[in-house]
């Protein structure tokens, strides 16, 4: 089994912005979900986050791999898609990452990582960390991610929790909302070396489409 590969877009743009952008990312993504490979797609609107200046929307798109991303397919797409409009490019800041799913936690701890689609609920929690470490604490810095999925996968109305490595070495822990209990992110676990700008956000899902 080859591990399960995500695409993650982080988009800034201001809240009057957002209805245009919410109406061109919906046809967007329908193009997406024509390329061979991939599953799903998930944006959802920034609902709460402690950081200093966090996306105000979040895209998750869910593939077979990461290899998708380098395949004929979506280099056709590339080049049939008409990309973003002209007059909403001068209006928005993106920032793109790809990676490989590579540790999954459930309430009761560590679980095996499958190819099977992961359920979800109403809302998403990221928390991108930066790979840049101070040197020789590499292994306890992902001992210390796992710790803290770990624990906020057993938080209630929390169904699981991913954790992402990056093309660039970077991670991502992507948690999986299922109940209705509102969610404060400033008081879930962080590791140890996040820094400030490292911080959970909340996102309300507002769009899921499958192939």
């Given at each position: 089994?080859?591990?399960?590969?995500?695409?993650?877009?982080?988009?800034?743009?201001?809240?009057?912005?957002?209805?245009?952008?919410?109406?061109?990312?919906?046809?967007?993504?329908?193009?997406?979900?024509?390329?061979?490979?991939?599953?799903?797609?998930?944006?959802?609107?920034?609902?709460?986050?402690?950081?200093?200046?966090?996306?105000?929307?979040?895209?998750?798109?869910?593939?077979?791999?990461?290899?998708?991303?380098?395949?004929?397919?979506y280099e056709?797409?590339?080049?049939?898609?008409?990309?973003?409009?002209?007059?909403?490019?001068?209006?928005?800041?993106?920032?793109?990452?790809?990676?490989?799913?590579?540790?999954?936690?459930?309430?009761?701890?560590?679980?095996?990582?499958?190819?099977?689609?992961?359920?979800?609920?109403?809302?998403?929690?990221?928390?991108?960390?930066?790979?840049?470490?101070?040197?020789?604490?590499?292994?306890?810095?992902?001992?210390?991610?796992?710790?803290?999925?770990?624990?906020?996968?057993?938080t209630d109305?929390?169904?699981?929790?991913?954790?992402?490595?990056?093309?660039?070495?970077?991670?991502?822990?992507l948690a999986?909302?299922?109940?209705?209990?509102?969610?404060?992110?400033?008081?879930?676990?962080?590791?140890?070396?996040?820094?400030?700008?490292?911080?959970?956000?909340?996102?309300?899902?507002?769009?899921?489409?499958?192939?």
């Amino acid at each position: 089994m080859t591990e399960p590969g995500l695409l993650y877009l982080h988009t800034w743009l201001d809240p009057e912005v957002d209805e245009r952008f919410s109406s061109w990312c919906d046809a967007h993504h329908a193009e997406h979900l024509t390329v061979p490979g991939f599953r799903r797609v998930r944006r959802g609107k920034l609902v709460a986050s402690e950081a200093g200046d966090p996306p105000r929307f979040l895209t998750v798109y869910d593939l077979d791999d990461v290899g998708v991303l380098h395949s004929d397919g979506y280099e056709a797409y590339r080049q049939r898609s008409s990309g973003l409009p002209a007059d909403l490019a001068p209006e928005l800041r993106f920032a793109r990452s790809e990676g490989t799913e590579v540790g999954r936690f459930g309430p009761d701890g560590r679980l095996e990582v499958d190819d099977a689609l992961v359920e979800g609920g109403p809302a998403l929690l990221t928390l991108f960390l930066a790979a840049e470490r101070p040197a020789g604490q590499s292994l306890a810095v992902l001992d210390d991610i796992d710790d803290v999925a770990a624990a906020v996968a057993a938080t209630d109305g929390i169904g699981l929790v991913r954790r992402i490595s990056t093309a660039n070495g970077d991670h991502v822990l992507l948690a999986e909302v299922t109940g209705s209990r509102p969610i404060d992110p400033s008081a879930l676990p962080r590791p140890g070396a996040a820094t400030p700008d490292e911080a959970w956000g909340l996102y309300e899902l507002e769009h899921t489409a499958t192939p």
